[in-house]
Each structure stands twice: as C-alpha cells, then as structure tokens.
C-alpha cells in the first residue's frame, strides 16, 4: 500500500500536524492508516496515548533506523496507507524511509528562511530517488497560511513563485493557521469530534483538511498510475 514520507529540515513548519491531518482524513474515509512517528520527540506517539484515536490508525514509534524499512515494509501489508513523519535532518533513518516512499511531502511556511531549508529537504528526496534509480514524487504543502489567498503576504507569494519557478509542485490546498488543527495535539482525537464550543471555524477547519487529503491523494494516484 502506499507510503507517505513527511520531512522539513526546519522545526515548526507543521510537518507533523499536517501528517496528523492527513491520517485522520484518510481514517474519516474508512481506509485503514499506520503512522510511523520517526520524530525523535514522538509527538504523534503522544497525540495517540490521548482519547479519540481511530480504531483504524495505529501508531507505531521508530527508534531504530537500521529497522525502519522492515518496519514501513510490514506496515504497508496491513494498512490502506501508511505514513511516516520524519526528523528534518539528513539521516540514514530518513534516506531508508524515503527509498520506500511512493510521494514525499515537504511542508513549509511562507518565508524565504523557510524556502531555503526546505530545498534540502529537496535535495534528501532527489538523492534518494538517485539511489533507488527512479525518481521519487515530491510535492511541497504550504502551512499556516492566512485563511484567505487575499490575505497572503508579498514573501509567501513570492515563496510560492520560486517554487513554481524551479519545477517544485505544490500541493493546491494550503493547510491555513487554524486553532481546529492545533487542537489535535492538545485535545486529543480528530476535527470529526471536536465542537464549536472547542475551537472557532470548525467547519472551515474542516473544509480545509478534507481538500488537502483529496489533493493529496489525487497526487499520490497520478505518481502510481505514471
């Protein structure tokens, strides 16, 4: 089954929610999600040790990098998906993980600092897709955007026209700076069993995350038919 890799060099990014997000839009769905938390602060270990985790997301944390791939390898034969949220770093866990990704997603916000530590992880997914000897799909996700395209500001456009400029696609749908998805980490469980009373813009929260999932998904299809 497919294999998602999520990496950025660069903390505070997103990366994890929005793996988090994804997960829990594919659980919605009824497909069945092992997330492989590779992040050496197990955020999403922590997120499951909470109230709300689906029946049909399992957690699993990586500690081993010699192991990931028998890991990743035993996961996809149990699961619809299966999805992995790496550390930013450079690392033989990362390459490992990336050799048995169909698409890897880099998430980013809309800053020159960001772009520039974000072509590394650009960099980690070519050399990786040199390794294997066929290219691997990358794809970047902006993150905590404005809610509004209007609203976005000159850096984050200009972010978005260097990315386009180097032949980087981007994921349509931007996952916008929303307390909804920052709730998933202290509330525990999805946006699914969240209230209005929890946070504000539910709906939008929501809106959001299904048509990011749908974006990526359509993505991930396209690179398995190619």
Do not use: C
């Amino acid at each position: 089954m497919p294999v998602i890799t999520m990496l950025s060099p660069k903390g505070g990014v997103g990366k994890t929610t929005t793996a988090l997000i994804l997960a829990t839009e594919l659980a919605s769905k009824g497909s069945s999600v092992v997330m492989i938390d590779a992040d050496p602060n197990f955020p999403l270990a922590r997120w499951a040790g909470k109230e709300g985790k689906p029946s049909n997301i399992e957690v699993i944390q990586e500690i081993d990098e010699d192991e990931i791939i028998s890991t990743i390898d035993q996961a996809r034969k149990r699961a619809d998906y299966v999805i992995v949220d790496l550390e930013g770093k450079a690392s033989a866990r990362a390459t490992n993980a990336l050799l048995m990704s169909h698409l890897a997603l880099v998430p980013i916000q809309g800053s020159e600092l960001d772009a520039v530590e974000a072509a590394r992880a650009f960099k980690i997914v070519r050399n990786a897709g040199t390794a294997r000897d066929r290219p691997l799909p990358v794809a970047a996700v902006l993150t905590r955007t404005p809610a509004s395209t209007r609203l976005w500001p000159r850096d984050l456009k200009a972010v978005v026209s260097n990315l386009e400029g180097a032949g980087i696609p981007l994921i349509a749908t931007a996952l916008a700076e929303r307390g909804a998805f920052r709730g998933l980490f202290s509330m525990g469980g999805t946006l699914d069993d969240m209230t209005a009373a929890d946070v504000g813009s539910l709906d939008s929260a929501r809106q959001n995350a299904a048509a990011f999932a749908y974006d990526v998904v359509s993505l991930l299809a396209e690179g398995l038919s190619a």
